[in-house]
């Protein structure tokens, strides 16, 4: 025994340096997983189409946190699935575009739209569709739609009726074809009232329509006047847009910067990665002042995106109140995908143009690259912004017997300015 | 097969350690002290997906107590209950220069090891190898972000600038926050392998400095397994650290 460990003293350094190599040869960890860059994965066959998605949607949705949907199971179930299709067959094709509905069906993002190769795929969308009481179930068989842009009863024929001296504008080219504007005085009072169809106000002021032009002119010269006793900004049936909107319309009514919540985007690939809460903020234009008269924001189901925005920022002010129904709930705001390595992209590269070097995708995925969260600190997204006063639309309350319309959320605003 | 590999070095260890006790010629002592040092950590991982995105090594501190058992002049076991930081960076590149995100992560830990020393006897080298369990105790998170509800003021004026870099689009967020903890997915406990290397200087019979460098290696993910396809994160930390030892008694017998 004696020998034995005078042995083990002899060659006790060799023993030490035996011992660091088997150290650090068990030591080496397991292989790292690696995932393409967006949009760069090559798919030959519908499993590599479904897992370019399956880890796009993985890595670049920002909404794990509060989404409901199992997206470990919609691997299990669907990657057997699409392992069976063949990409060069119309019928599997329109079976792909199916299984893709069913994965994204209860996702929470309400910006959600899902392009797979001949589809069109708007969750939120199709969700509202199933409830009766949804504008377009109520509107969807109205007498007539005298809407310019096609949406909805309340645009141009509504002006007729509440409003006296007004100017209405309609960009009939360029990127915001058929944007519709109109800015008025409420007949008979001093209550200014602005509505529009899109956010692309300021790109409109700046070198759009000369007509969508004189209406902002026109309702910024009356805001600015003194003489305006409350303000009704209508963003029903607005679909959203730009976010230097934000600054540019909401920003002329105040003087002093205005947080009203905060927006958070992903740190990393990993589903749950994300970056701290930024607050969200509209600065005041140079040499603004606040509008302290009532402010009466009417919005509906669907308002949405920046009408949302936009009426959430306008809540946060002490005069205002929103007049209408919930809103369409689609509260995070997009970018390019490299600004937070988060948001819309495209999947499955099934052909590149070595002349052009354009890659031909088989699907794009627009989703949002923040998520936003009310100052109030609660998440909006997927349900929508409520109202104070809920006053409901239906075809008989907008439709009157003899022809004429009303427009009860209007109503409501304007009782609100007395 | 790396399992298999990593119980035989247990267990041969372990053998080691029992043999070296066993021998009757042993002259044991029993010291405590304090070091403390510099820490580099580097988190491993793989970001490749990421446009224009790295992880840098962050510098860090570290203090410990250690407790030696010198079961012979040249062997001896060792803990080093402590604390220590473990940080690093996130940093965008090219287009998005200037956003990062520095994470300061601090770490209690029990670094249990085999040290085997050899030279002179006042100036001696040494070197440590084994084993450490840690606790993932605060996070802190300071950087620079892209704002996007956080616009410049609108201004009638038109630009044909073109922007060099990501803030010349976007306002920049600046924060220094407190990380809140996720249960789904951070993994507060960690467990790793530790290698080192030093050299002591005898004092007197009381008091030996030292000076040393240990790597530690983590190998449990800095995550729970919380999704499919999960990519891994491993701290991987180098530590220079000085200290002393007070010897509390001399306990030789034949």
């Known amino acids: 025994m004696k020998n034995y460990f005078n042995h083990i003293y002899k060659y006790r350094f060799s023993i030490a340096a035996l011992f660091f190599i088997i150290l650090f040869a068990s030591s080496c960890h397991k292989e790292i997983s690696t995932t393409n860059q967006t949009g760069s994965a090559a798919a030959g066959n519908f499993s590599q189409v479904f897992e370019d998605f399956w880890t796009n949607m993985n890595n670049n949705y920002v909404f794990w946190s509060i989404d409901t949907t199992n997206w470990d199971n919609m691997h299990t179930v669907y990657a057997p699935l699409f392992a069976k299709l063949n990409l060069y067959d119309s019928a599997d094709n329109e079976k792909a575009v199916g299984y893709f509905k069913n994965m994204v069906d209860g996702l929470s993002d309400s910006h959600y739209t899902l392009f797979p190769d001949g589809g069109y795929i708007q969750p939120a969308h199709d969700r509202k569709l199933k409830n009766v009481s949804f504008i377009e179930n109520v509107f969807g068989t109205a007498p007539f739609s005298p809407s310019i842009d096609g949406h909805f009863y309340y645009t141009n024929a509504l002006d007729s009726l509440y409003?006296?001296?007004?100017?209405?504008?309609?960009?009939?080219?360029?990127?915001?074809?058929?944007?519709?504007?109109v800015a008025g005085m409420i007949t008979g009072t001093n209550d200014l009232y602005l509505s529009f169809s899109k956010f692309a106000l300021a790109a409109e002021y700046q070198g759009g329509s000369a007509k969508i032009k004189a209406v902002l002119d026109y309702f910024f010269n009356k805001l600015n006047s003194g003489t305006v006793t409350g303000l009704v900004i209508d963003v029903r049936g607005n679909g959203g847009g730009d976010i230097q909107d934000l600054n540019f319309l909401v920003g002329s009514l105040i003087s002093s910067p205005l947080q009203f919540g905060y927006t958070r985007s992903k740190s990393g690939t990993g589903r749950l990665d994300y970056t701290p809460w930024a607050p969200a903020?509209?600065?005041?234009?140079?040499?603004?002042?606040?509008?302290?008269?009532?402010?009466?924001?009417?919005a509906d189901g669907e308002s949405v995106s920046m009408a949302e925005i936009t009426t959430m920022a306008l809540k946060q002010l002490p005069n205002t109140k929103v007049v209408g129904d919930t809103t369409w709930g689609a509260n995070g705001p997009l970018t390019d995908n490299s600004v937070f390595n988060a948001g819309s992209f495209n999947f499955g590269k099934v052909f590149t143009n070595i002349e052009t070097g354009n890659a031909t995708y088989y699907g794009n995925a627009y989703t949002s690259s923040t998520m936003f969260k009310y100052i109030d600190d609660k998440i909006y997204e997927g349900k929508g912004f409520p109202p104070d006063y809920e006053v409901k639309q239906t075809l008989n309350t907008v439709f009157l017997r003899n022809n004429n319309i009303d427009d009860p959320q209007l109503d409501k605003a304007l009782s609100l300015l007395q | 097969m790396k399992q298999r590999l990593q119980q035989k070095v247990a267990y041969g260890s372990a053998m080691l350690i029992i043999a070296i006790c066993c021998n009757t010629k042993i002259n044991a002592q029993f010291s405590i002290g304090v070091s403390a040092g510099y820490t580099n950590n580097y988190l491993l991982t793989n970001v490749s997906n990421l446009v224009s995105t790295r992880y840098n090594a962050l510098p860090g501190f570290g203090a410990a107590v250690p407790v030696m058992y010198s079961v012979t002049d040249w062997f001896a076991v060792k803990a080093t209950p402590g604390y220590m930081q473990k940080n690093y960076q996130m940093q965008r590149t090219d287009f998005y220069q200037g956003v990062y995100q520095n994470n300061t992560n601090g770490y209690v830990q029990l670094p249990l090891m085999a040290h085997f020393s050899f030279g002179g006897e006042q100036l001696r080298g040494f070197v440590d190898a084994g084993g450490y369990a840690g606790y993932w105790l605060t996070a802190h998170v300071k950087g620079v972000m892209p704002n996007i509800l956080n616009q410049p003021a609108y201004t009638n004026l038109t630009s044909n600038a073109q922007p060099n870099n990501v803030f010349d689009e976007y306002t920049p967020y600046s924060y220094n926050e407190k990380y809140q903890f996720n249960t789904t997915k951070d993994n507060r406990i960690e467990l790793g392998l530790l290698a080192g290397a030093g050299i002591s200087y005898q004092l007197n019979d009381a008091y030996q400095l030292f000076g040393e460098a240990t790597f530690y290696n983590a190998l449990t993910d800095q995550q729970k397994k919380y999704e499919t396809g999960q990519v891994p994160r491993y701290n991987q930390t180098y530590v220079f650290s000085v200290g002393v030892l007070f010897n509390l008694g001399k306990s030789g017998y034949q």
């Open chain 1, 281 to 298: 903020i509209v600065t005041p234009r140079a040499g603004a002042t606040a509008f302290t008269k009532p402010i009466v924001v009417l």
């Open chain 1, 163 to 181: 409003l006296g001296d007004k100017i209405v504008g309609v960009d009939t080219t360029g990127d915001n074809k058929d944007m519709y504007a």
